[in-house]
């Protein structure tokens, strides 16, 4: 993710030792969060006596964190568009049960004995239902011009009632073989290294490429150290990661999924027409339509994706619970949105980043995660978040004003 | 003309974090006088002005600001501590809520309460009176976004004036103006001013100095250059004090020779998009030669902005009539269509509708036009930066790279990234909708250049102005419109600001 929000970013800085200083505040924001994140798991690490960063525990949190996180990143385009969608958590509830209904009473009925083609089947039904939803709910907020606010909520109450028709208020089993392997598999640790050295490897080539272009066209470069220090840090990361999760099962199947995921999502808002015309749209409205941009087909498009990544995360949630119930995804649209939020998502619109909405999955599921080491009740871990949630908005906005 | 002083500012000194705002400003304002300040954008008005109402609080700035003999000591976070002292502000951004009426609005804040509810009899009976006695035309049960931008700006000195200010400042009251609005704020300013009020007038346009004032200050680089009595001024030695230098001539002399004729409207009748009875277009008949700049003059509602963006194809709903380009019928639904066909619009709103203020100046100068640079996966980075520098370039837009938010620019620069970002899809005909509207004299004396510069590429321009030295300054021919009709294309050297005013009037028929 690193990488694509440095290639998209193409400010020259000048050289200096100002120069680390002027990285920083230009991305306030972005460190701001990471130092919260970082505060977070000391906080808990100190409390657990270590066992928070554990390699057990460390690969559980980030398998725990895919399934809003999905949700998340496109929460990000949502919001940027200054829309909103509260049907999320319920859509992706409503996949999950859709998916375990036709593992539990269709497939072995009708291709029995082929896991591996039952389980591509449920992908694409799932992702069928998600894209479905997302049309619907695009084409009325975008061409029948309804507020989102009132079309996803109304799109709530429906899909609860949709996930009670399709389970009848029973829980469906979905844990056939393949299948599960979508959010409780692991990759061998020589797998995981070899994505470690690929992504190494294309950073170091992205770092050259990004600094020979700028070269060829003129434009001022930042201090080779730099570069340097900046790649060797996110390499860092990743062999940090890497190594870590080794030491328990190796790569979650999931974790790879959303980098995948959010990889492409943070390429698509930096490095393409639809993703410039979204933050367009969200920043000035009437300056958008005045240049050209067709507003209601980019905003529809905003939705089907939004439809599609939900429809990703109730086939994780499926696969990760290996159940679907009828509280599925429950919630979770509030846990996207202010993921969304605490990575410095604009509720004003026009502003956010699907590298910040990562961030901010993070710090949710940490929260929880960590409390419940500590053995805090529920009651006290939503109280907690809320505070977060309140205090990260609060410190970004005073640090706005200050600068 | 006394000598009482109701205001005198000391040897004020307002730094930021680097940069010396305000160096040094004396200035004393008579009880009862009119007093213009002007300047550059920059030159420290808008910083003057929060001193006084109180944004920069006491403590925040060195020397001192007297106010009926006794320093101003103004807390922060409040405006109302100065709004209570007598210290008005109508600010050029209107500040009113347009959902609530005239009275409502008047009285926010500080509606008459008993027991605890609201008493609407008593707001709207003193809203009367107030509307009343500085004879402002407005009715107090009116919804204010119903009403004109004159209307709403005569709403705002009278809530100013219902706090019963010592000292109204009037931050460019006219700069969304028509001619004849401005006549009657000229109006109600003498009358206010027969009242006792104090005015400072902050404007760009020079001539209101001479119609209104009684004295005025000149800021250059955040110091006082002068306080000189009106009468002793002219608008050259005016002009010369705020660019500390002779400015000769303010429009630039343009090398271009019009061509052929390439763009022509016929007979255009069109309606609001929202509201089919409502004909905002009846009988608009004009044409434009290539490399030509054609100026549109006209009082604020006749229909000269519905024009423009009828053209452009986001407005009206065309019902007859026939726009040409080059020997076709054009006709564009939208503005991606306009734009296609060569036809770009510099809009009236630049912070409303031309940029997005948050994102970069790379980004808004490309925002209109990714097709060039983009696939349906990918937007060439390189392509882009390098068009965008060279339009920046080419505008000479001041910033210390491209990666700057636009909010971070003054208006003048702001306004060069609009017209970039629609230079950018080589346009043959570029529309202007008031391209000068609130920036410095020096920014528009560039814009002016840059317009000159390209009617010699070919380039047509059709330009929107409120400021009939502007149109009469730069046109070749000019174009009056009045109540949704065109009435006749002058020729420059017919046309004369009472001619132009009479047929925008309806005083005359050609």
Redesign the interface.
Known sequence: MAATTE??????ASGGSSELAKRFR?NIQTYTIILALVAIWAFFALLTGGAFLQPQNISNLFRQMTVTSFLAIGMVFVIVTGNIDLSVGKLAGFVSVVVAYFQANIWYNLIPNQPVIAAILSVIIGLGVGVLFGIMQGYIISFLAVPSFIVTLAGMFVLTGLILLVTQGKTIPANQPGFDLIAQGYLPPLAGWIIAALVIAFLVWNMFRSRQ?KR??G??LPSIALDLATTVFYAALVVAYVYMVNQYKGIQVPVLLLAVAALIMSYVSN???FG??A??IG??R?????????IKRSVFLIFVLMGLLAGVAGIVLASYVGYGTIAAGQGYELDAIASAILGGTSTLG??GTVFGALIGSLIMTSLTTGLQMLNVQPAWQYLVKGLVLVLAVYADVSFKKNR | MNDDIILDIRNVTKRFAGVTALSDVSLQIRRGEIHGLCGENGAGKSTLMKILSGVYPYGTYEGSVFYEGKELKLEGGSIRQAIASGIAIVYQELTLVPTMTVGENIFLGKEPVENGSINWDKLYAETRDILAKYQLDVKPQAVVRYLGVGKMQMVEIAKALSENAQILILDEPTSALAEAEIEKLMEILDLLKSHGVTCIYISHKLDEFFRITDSVTVLRDGKTVTTQPTQDLTKEKLVSYMVGREMKERFPKGNRKPGEVIFSVENLRAHDPNDTSRIVLDGVNFNLRKGEILGIAGLMGSGRTELVTTIFGEYGKIMQGTIMLEGRVIAAHSAREAMNQGVSLVPEDRKGQGLVLMQSILKNISLANLDQFASLFRIDADAEMAASLQQAKNLAIKAPNLGVPCDSLSGGNQQKVVIAKWLLSNPKILIMDDPTRGIDVGAKYEIYKLMNDLTEKGVSIIMISSELEEVLGMSDRVMVMHEGHSTRTLDIAEATQERIMALATGIALN
Request: aromatic share 10%; hydrophobic share 25%.
């Open positions: 290639m998209g970013s193409k400010k020259p230009s272009r060829q066209h434009f001022e490095n393409t027409r410039r015309y933050y367009a920043g000035n009437e300056a958008a339509r005045l240049s050209g941009i067709n026009g502003v």
